[in-house]
């Protein structure tokens, strides 16, 4: 049985709502609320969901780069949200992050030597030899070349500076990294490349992903099980075959529905979305789902339906699959 490497319990953000001179709190905005989900060592987990689901928000909270507001983390058996600020720097060399827009997160004045050697200096790891020797060997493991390091981030292509993102990212040795829309920024056939890099680095180094994407298609070949999200909540949950096989949650089916599918013949359930996604600061009561979808019955909107498991490795939060609940 593989070991579980990251178990998140109960995790919230709640952001306050502040108004007037006195900055009195009005309300709150709940951009995460009460998600729990394990990692296993080696396999690639996906989140997805449309944008102000929560997914970054969680992906953030899980280094605590944003402090949550309840819950648990607990990495390699120990608490993350429990350790002091000096602990948690350390528990950063073994979980990193790869971020979407490569341009933004890679510092304009620094070489790319420089920006690889960054984290080992933070972690003050090695000699300058070891270090300057440890960023050739990453550079040609993520496909560039040591003449690559001397430059800047703008002379490289979308793709090579998110080939440098993630040799910056791989720089401490991590067990986990959590990839926040890495390939949403990039042309579809750079995706592919860089989607393929990150399974032979994963196969090769031993890792465990958290690949975070708004989209089912994306994450369908490089994930093992996913998590679908909606307005803070994790609506379903379950390996990718059986996600992608026979969704249950009338929000995935939406969401596959407007994924392309190049074979002309094939006949698509279509559920479509219907509306907007309503604001986490008001969401809708019991399911808050219920506003937009077409099988949405009188109990939906007074009870909040709890994530289930309905058959092995899947489980989904809809009444439609509660027996103790009446659906008319
Ligand atoms: Fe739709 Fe009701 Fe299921 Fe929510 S609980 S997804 S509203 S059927």
Redesign the pocket.
Known sequence: MTDVLLKVENLKKHFPIKKGIFAREVGQVKAVDGVSFDVLEGETLGIVGESGCGKSTTGRMLMRLIEPTEGDVTFNGKNLTALSAEEMRQARRDIQMVFQDPYASLNPRHTVAQILEEPLIVHNIGTKAERRDKVMRLLKTVGLSEYHANRYPHQFSGGQRQRIGIARALMTNPKLIIADEPVSALDVSIQAQVLNLMQQLQQELKLTYIFIAHDLGVVRHISDRVGVMYLGKMVELATSESLYEEPL???TKALLAAVPVPDPDFVKETTMLQGDIPSPSNPPSG?T??TR?P???AA?KEKV?VLQQIKPGHAVA???YDDTVTMI
């Open positions: 949650h009338p929000y399911c789902f219920h979808c099988f949405a019955q939906c339906p809809c009444h439609l």
